[in-house]
């Protein structure tokens, strides 16, 4: 499989998604995460100043991102 695209399939979401868009990632850029962001209906966006690995660079704060994410999808 060289290629999957599945941005058409992103308007049927409808679980609460949240998108980290880790601003200093070259690998996928900001860009990138902007376009997954507005396709799928209610996400919530959130940047992270890090690179491709943000659970590496700073865990603290991703595991929050998340954390407080799924805390709020249950109110």
Sequence with gaps: MDHVDVR??????????????TTLDQLVTPHHHWQLS???????????????????ERPERWGALIRDSLRDSRT
Excluded: K
């Design 8 to 21: 058409a399939d992103l308007a049927a979401l409808t679980v609460p998604t949240l998108v980290i868009s």
């Design 38 to 56: 507005n396709a799928i209906p209610g996400t919530r966006h959130t940047e992270i100043p890090t690179g491709h690995l943000p659970f590496i």
